[in-house]
């Protein structure tokens, strides 16, 4: 989407915002801001919701019980606050003390009042006519200190005054003319504030990089890309490491106790296989890199020598799972290549345990028991001038909305999408800077006779089976959110509705349809003694990409309406 559009709407934006009363908020939240320490972020209060998934292990959990599955029938709006903007939003309200911050498309950061829905301030990042991505969106802003840090697209990241909105620093960490961009929600932990690159499609070499919180200086780099003289550049031919992707465009998770940082890591470069041979490290995979000096302690790779376009870059969830009598700190990972993942993390590696299909899937002929490589039926892998047909399809059978887990339930929640195939012509590409690098024509097909295509899985890790699973006619492209009050909300359906779900049984209890479809990710939190629970809606990105692609499979006129609302919902008094 061109830049002025967002410029024409959020200028629209400004216009309704001159003519809203003052609250005189600002002045408040000013003097009781708190600051945002290691401590709270290691150990959150449960009224409030300090970072992407809530927590460092990335459950996606709260333990507020106040909106329970006996009385969510009686959860309703109390306020909506329109963004301005069209497209993907995609971004998690992260509150502070009832102070929320939220971003959207184009890079705007919204400060609001939690309670109330009224504006405290507005950051719009200057973005030139030329910028280049591929995705206009973004997931999110991280807290430390006093400061609030968004990653945007000419890949910066800002540091901004959480009290006023005013810029107190901006680092530029790669040059966006060569295909650098950034989309995640920043990981802050100690003192560090963590990101990585976007760009896998046009040939870029990714990594994650640290920033000093105060300062905006760089502390570490690491590439997800060995080069010569690092282990793993040996499953790289020639030059093919400069350009080979990998890029990291979810928000990291981290261990205090191992002291590491876990992030997953996208597709090579160009998309066939065929034209880099070789394993690819660090491709496709999850890293563990050491917070305090970058360096890459473990890894695991999902799938090698990727083909298919299945990015792996969500990244695991930390929980601690029991098999055969004994319990240990695992990894797990719903792959986009259609696999469930189950790993164990130490301090000095990733370690195998455990895969199996959740969707279908026909690429993988068996699993090494011992290592977790996967072997390969070669008429379903792509190549240049060879199409081949493959399941699950390029989005895979969970793209980027994160899954979810409840320690009371002890049950994995996973967005799927089901029953949906292609296929992938490789064709031979030069790389040219800033330019699409994926030599690849991809198509997408909806599974003869399907009656359904979204899916919400439940998982008992302990013992490998599915409880229960909820069925869509439509796709699911929703992040989801659990809580202690037995609940599972979840958007992502063309519908527009947002659910929420008995989480020990899978039966809908609630739903609300929005003004667009939700694709964004849920959070929840209280303020003086008031749970509430906020998403924002506004349909976009891949997800209006595969509706697209469905239409013209089935012959549909499936249609979602645009523009962004941040939705806040509490039970009715």
């Given at each position: 989407?061109?830049l002025?559009r967002y410029w024409?709407?959020?200028?629209?934006?400004?216009?309704?915002?001159l003519?809203m009363?003052?609250?005189?908020?600002?002045?408040q939240s000013?003097?009781?801001y708190?600051?945002?320490?290691?401590?709270r972020?290691?150990?959150?209060?449960p009224e409030?919701w300090?970072f992407y998934?809530?927590?460092?292990?990335?459950?996606?959990y709260s333990?507020?019980?106040q909106?329970n599955?006996e009385?969510i029938g009686?959860l309703?709006?109390?306020?909506a606050?329109s963004t301005?903007v069209?497209?993907?939003?995609?971004?998690?309200?992260?509150v502070?003390?009832?102070?929320?911050?939220?971003?959207?498309?184009?890079?705007?950061?919204?400060?609001i009042?939690?309670?109330?829905?009224?504006?405290?301030?507005?950051?719009q990042h200057?973005?030139?006519e030329d910028?280049i991505?591929?995705?206009?969106?973004n997931?999110?802003?991280?807290?430390?200190?006093?400061?609030?840090?968004?990653?945007?697209?000419?890949?910066k990241?800002?540091?901004?005054?959480?009290?006023?909105?005013?810029?107190v620093w901006?680092?530029?960490?790669a040059?966006?003319?060569a295909g650098y961009?950034?989309?995640l929600?920043?990981?802050?932990?100690?003192?560090?504030?963590?990101?990585?690159v976007s760009?896998?499609?046009?040939?870029?070499?990714?990594?994650?990089v640290?920033?000093?919180?105060?300062?905006g200086e760089?502390?570490?780099r690491?590439?997800t890309?060995?080069?010569p003289g690092?282990p793993?550049?040996?499953?790289?031919?020639?030059?093919?490491?400069r350009?080979?992707?990998?890029?990291?465009?979810?928000?990291?998770?981290y261990?205090?106790?191992?002291?590491?940082t876990y992030?997953?890591?996208?597709n090579?470069?160009?998309w066939?296989?065929?034209?880099?041979?070789g394993?690819?490290?660090?491709t496709?995979?999850?890293?563990a890199?050491?917070?305090e000096?970058g360096?890459l302690v473990?890894?695991h790779?999902?799938?090698?020598?990727?083909?298919w376009?299945?990015?792996?870059?969500?990244?695991?969830l930390l929980?601690d799972?029991?098999?055969d009598?004994?319990?240990?700190p695992?990894l797990?990972h719903?792959?986009?290549?259609?696999?469930?993942?189950?790993l164990?993390?130490s301090?000095d590696e990733i370690?195998f345990?455990?895969?199996?299909?959740?969707?279908?899937?026909?690429?993988?002929?068996?699993?090494?028991?011992e290592s977790?490589?996967?072997?390969y039926?070669?008429?379903?892998k792509?190549g240049?001038?060879?199409?081949?047909?493959?399941c699950?399809?390029?989005?895979?059978?969970?793209?980027?909305?994160?899954?979810?887990?409840?320690?009371?339930?002890?049950?994995?929640?996973i967005p799927v999408?089901?029953?949906?195939?292609?296929?992938i012509?490789?064709?031979?590409?030069?790389y040219?800077?800033?330019r699409s690098f994926?030599?690849?024509?991809?198509?997408m097909?909806?599974?003869?006779?399907?009656?359904?295509i979204?899916e919400?899985q439940?998982?008992?890790?302990?013992?490998g089976?599915?409880?229960?699973?909820r069925?869509f006619?439509?796709?699911?492209?929703?992040?989801v959110l659990?809580?202690a009050?037995?609940?599972v909300?979840?958007?992502?359906?063309?519908?527009?509705?947002?659910?929420a779900f008995?989480a020990?049984?899978?039966?809908?209890l609630?739903?609300h349809?929005t003004?667009?479809?939700?694709?964004?990710?849920?959070s929840?939190y209280?303020?003086?003694?008031?749970?509430?629970?906020?998403?924002?809606s506004?349909w976009?990105?891949?997800?209006?990409s595969?509706t697209?692609?469905?239409n013209?499979d089935?012959?549909t006129?499936t249609?979602v309406p645009?523009?962004?609302v941040?939705?806040?919902?509490?039970?009715?008094?």
């Amino acid at each position: 989407m061109k830049l002025d559009r967002y410029w024409a709407a959020i200028r629209l934006m400004f216009l309704i915002v001159l003519v809203m009363p003052g609250p005189g908020i600002a002045q408040q939240s000013a003097k009781s801001y708190r600051v945002v320490t290691d401590e709270r972020l290691k150990e959150p209060e449960p009224e409030n919701w300090l970072f992407y998934r809530g927590t460092y292990n990335g459950w996606g959990y709260s333990p507020l019980e106040q909106i329970n599955s006996e009385n969510i029938g009686s959860l309703v709006p109390v306020w909506a606050f329109s963004t301005g903007v069209n497209g993907g939003h995609e971004a998690v309200p992260i509150v502070n003390d009832g102070i929320m911050f939220v971003t959207t498309p184009g890079n705007q950061v919204i400060a609001i009042d939690a309670r109330t829905g009224d504006l405290l301030w507005l950051y719009q990042h200057e973005l030139a006519e030329d910028a280049i991505a591929y995705h206009y969106t973004n997931r999110g802003v991280a807290l430390y200190g006093d400061k609030v840090f968004t990653a945007t697209l000419d890949a910066k990241v800002v540091a901004l005054d959480a009290t006023s909105g005013e810029v107190v620093w901006d680092a530029s960490v790669a040059d966006n003319a060569a295909g650098y961009y950034m989309t995640l929600a920043p990981l802050t932990a100690e003192g560090k504030v963590m990101v990585g690159v976007s760009g896998g499609e046009l040939g870029i070499r990714g990594f994650v990089v640290a920033l000093d919180t105060e300062t905006g200086e760089e502390v570490w780099r690491t590439h997800t890309i060995p080069a010569p003289g690092d282990p793993g550049n040996e499953t790289w031919p020639g030059d093919s490491w400069r350009t080979g992707g990998a890029a990291v465009w979810l928000t990291g998770h981290y261990d205090p106790d191992l002291g590491l940082t876990y992030w997953g890591t996208g597709n090579p470069g160009p998309w066939m296989g065929d034209a880099r041979p070789g394993d690819n490290l660090y491709t496709n995979s999850v890293i563990a890199l050491d917070i305090e000096t970058g360096e890459l302690v473990g890894h695991h790779q999902y799938h090698w020598n990727g083909s298919w376009d299945w990015d792996e870059v969500s990244t695991p969830l930390l929980i601690d799972v029991e098999r055969d009598g004994r319990v240990f700190p695992a990894l797990v990972h719903p792959g986009r290549n259609g696999y469930l993942w189950l790993l164990e993390r130490s301090a000095d590696e990733i370690s195998f345990v455990d895969a199996w299909p959740y969707v279908r899937q026909d690429v993988f002929t068996s699993i090494d028991p011992e290592s977790g490589r996967p072997s390969y039926d070669e008429q379903k892998k792509p190549g240049t001038g060879f199409r081949a047909p493959f399941c699950p399809s390029l989005w895979g059978g969970k793209d980027w909305p994160p899954a979810a887990y409840n320690p009371g339930t002890k049950l994995l929640y996973i967005p799927v999408n089901e029953n949906l195939c292609g296929s992938i012509l490789g064709r031979e590409i030069e790389y040219e800077p800033g330019r699409s690098f994926t030599g690849a024509e991809s198509q997408m097909t909806v599974w003869p006779g399907a009656e359904h295509i979204g899916e919400l899985q439940a998982w008992d890790m302990s013992t490998g089976e599915e409880v229960w699973t909820r069925e869509f006619e439509s796709p699911n492209w929703g992040p989801v959110l659990t809580t202690a009050g037995n609940l599972v909300f979840m958007g992502g359906t063309t519908d527009r509705n947002f659910r929420a779900f008995d989480a020990r049984t899978g039966d809908q209890l609630w739903e609300h349809r929005t003004n667009s479809g939700i694709i964004g990710v849920p959070s929840t939190y209280m303020i003086d003694g008031v749970q509430y629970i906020a998403v924002q809606s506004g349909w976009g990105v891949d997800a209006a990409s595969m509706t697209r692609r469905i239409n013209r499979d089935l012959g549909t006129e499936t249609f979602v309406p645009e523009g962004g609302v941040i939705w806040v919902f509490a039970l009715q008094n």
